[in-house]
C-alpha cells in the first residue's frame, strides 16, 4: 500500500518556505517509520536543496518550486526541480566547498551535506532550464521487511 | 529564531533557539556581529541546546563569525548542540576551527 | 511578504494521507502564527474535505487529490480539489446529518465541522467532474495587524 | 494509532491513543466491537487522555459503538477528551448520547 504513495508540493520560491518543504517531506515519509535520524537526514538534505533552488536557482527573481516524494519498497525518492538559471558545471558544483556565491557567505557544503545525508544524489541540470536533484533514502525498518539484514532471531 | 546575548569577562554567550537555516541566518548574523562589535567582548560562545535544526547555510553563517572574531584574535565555540546539528558540523569538518563543549562553564574553563 | 504566500500540495486518495494532508497544511498555516485553537479548527476542516474526497468523490477507484492554501491579509483560503463523481444536490449534502453513506457509519457531520471551524465554505460541484471546497480562516493576530480589532492599549 | 483495553466490573474501559479520522476507525471499530462481544461487559468507557485529534470520521464511529451498545443496555461515556476532540462532539451533538466525565472513577461511579 505505501509502495505507491507519493505526494507533489508546490511553492514558490521563498526562503520562509525552506522550513515548510522539509517538515512537510519529513511528515510524508514519517508514514514509513523511518528512525528519528533517518527523518532528520531527509530534512536536512530537502532543506539543502530547496535552500540552493532560492538562491542559485531564483536568485534574486520568484519562481516554483516542485518537491515530489516517492515511496518504494526500501524507502523515499525526493525530486526537488527549480526552473531556474541551472548549472553550468555540475561536477565542478558538487566539489565540496565550492560555491558561486561566496560573498553570501554560502559554505558550498550542500551538495556534500546532500550525498553524505542521503543514500543516492543525482544532479541534472540546464542553463537557463533548471535543475533538478533527484535523492533516495533507504530505511533500516523496510530494510529488515523485505528481508535483507537475513536472520532475525 | 529567538537570540539572547549574555556578557562573561571577554566572552559574548549568545543563546541560539530555533532553527539555523538560510531563512534565518540573515537575524543570526545581524545579531551576533552587532554585540561583538558593541561590547567589550573578545571571544564568541554559542550556546546550541536549543537550536533544532542547522543546514549549511548555518555553517556559512559560522564561518563568516569565525573569520571575524579570529581576525581580531578571539575564539568561537559552541556548546550542546544536537545530533543533527553535530552531524553537520562533522560532515563539513568546522570542528577544525570551531570547538564543541557539554556545557558553558567547560569552554569558559578552556579559554 | 506573507501575503502572497502560498503552496500546492497533490496527493493520491488513499486514507494514510488524511493525517499527512492536514499535518502539511497545518504547517504552511503556522507561517502566520496562528493561534492553537486556530491551527486545529484548520486541521479538523481539511480532515474532514479531504476525507470526503476519498470516500465520496473517488469511492473504490484511486484518484488525486489538490490542496491548494494561500495566504491573505486575513488569514488562509484552502482549496480541496477532486475530480471524482461530484455532488447532484450541494445543499442537501450540506445539511447536518446527512450522508449518502450511511452503510460506512459516516456521520453526516462533515460539511458542518467544516463550517463551524472555518469563516467561510464554498462548494462548487459538478456530477461526474468533481467537486471543490474553498475555505477561508482569519486570523486574531492579523486582525490586529490589521488594526480591525481597534486600540491595543 | 494504538489501542488499550481493561474490564472492570462490566465496563470495558478501552484507552484510544493517537489519531481517529476515517483511516483508523475501522481499527478502532474492530477492536471495540471485539472485545465488547468477547467479554463479560455491559458498558463502555473511553479513556480519550492520549487522543490528539479526531474529526466527524469518529463521531460515525462513536455513534455506530453507541448503537450497539445501548441495543443491549449498555452506556458510553468518554473520559479526559482534549479540546478540539471536544469542539468537535460539540459541533456535532453527540454529548447528548455520550457523557463526558474528567476521570474515569467518576465514570465509573456515575453507573
Ligand atoms: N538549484 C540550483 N540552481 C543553480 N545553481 C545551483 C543550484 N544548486 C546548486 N547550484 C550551484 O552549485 C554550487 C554548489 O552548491 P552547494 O554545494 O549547495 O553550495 P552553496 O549553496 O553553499 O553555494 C552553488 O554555489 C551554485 O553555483
Ligand atoms: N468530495 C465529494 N465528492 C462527492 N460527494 C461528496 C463529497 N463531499 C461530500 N459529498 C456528499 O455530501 C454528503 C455529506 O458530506 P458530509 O457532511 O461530509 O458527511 P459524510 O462524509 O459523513 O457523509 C456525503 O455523504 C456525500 O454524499
Redesign the interface.
Known amino acids: 500500500?505505501?509502495a505507491?504513495?507519493?505526494?507533489?508540493?508546490?511553492?514558490?520560491s521563498?526562503?520562509?518556505?525552506?522550513?515548510?518543504a522539509?517538515?512537510?517531506t519529513a511528515?510524508?515519509a514519517a508514514?514509513l517509520d523511518p528512525t528519528i535520524?533517518e527523518l532528520?537526514?531527509i530534512?536536512?538534505a530537502v532543506?539543502?536543496a530547496v535552500?540552493n533552488s532560492?538562491?542559485h536557482g531564483y536568485e534574486d527573481s520568484e519562481g516554483e518550486i516542485t518537491i515530489k516524494c516517492r515511496m518504494d519498497e526500501y524507502g523515499v525518492e525526493i525530486e526537488i526541480r527549480d526552473e531556474g538559471k541551472g548549472i553550468q558545471d555540475v561536477e565542478q558544483a558538487r566539489q565540496p566547498l565550492y560555491t558561486s556565491k561566496p560573498e553570501?557567505?554560502?559554505?558550498g557544503?550542500?551538495f556534500?551535506?546532500m550525498e553524505?545525508?542521503m543514500d543516492e544524489v543525482e544532479v541534472y541540470s540546464e542553463k537557463e532550464k533548471g535543475t533538478v536533484i533527484l535523492m533516495r533514502k533507504k530505511f533500516a525498518s523496510l530494510a529488515k521487511e523485505q528481508g535483507v539484514s537475513g536472520n532475525e532471531g | 529564531m529567538e537570540l539572547t546575548a549574555n556578557i562573561t569577562g571577554n566572552i559574548l554567550i549568545c543563546r541560539v533557539k530555533g532553527?539555523l537555516?538560510?531563512?534565518t541566518?540573515e537575524e543570526f548574523?545581524t545579531f551576533v556581529d552587532y554585540n561583538m562589535e558593541n561590547n567589550p567582548v573578545k571571544h564568541l560562545l554559542l550556546d546550541l541546546t536549543h537550536l533544532s535544526?542547522m543546514?549549511?547555510?548555518g555553517?556559512?553563517?559560522l564561518?563568516?563569525r569565525y573569520k571575524k572574531v579570529s581576525s581580531t584574535g578571539g575564539r568561537v565555540m559552541v556548546v550542546n548542540e544536537n545530533?543533527?546539528v553535530s552531524?553537520?558540523f562533522e560532515?563539513?569538518g568546522i570542528y577544525e576551527i570551531i570547538k564543541s563543549y557539554s556545557s558553558i562553564s567547560k569552554a569558559i574553563n578552556d579559554i
Chains 1, 3 share one sequence.
Open positions: 500500500m505505501n505507491k504513495n507519493y505526494m507533489v508540493l508546490i511553492i514558490p521563498k526562503s520562509q518556505n525552506e522550513a515548510f522539509r517538515v512537510a511528515a510524508f508514514q535520524e532528520a537526514d530534512k536536512t532543506s539543502e535552500t532560492i538562491i553570501l557567505e554560502r559554505s557544503m550542500g556534500t551535506v553524505t545525508f | 532553527e537555516d538560510h531563512h541566518a548574523r535544526f543546514d549549511s547555510s555553517i556559512g553563517a564561518i563568516g545530533k543533527q552531524r553537520v560532515v563539513s
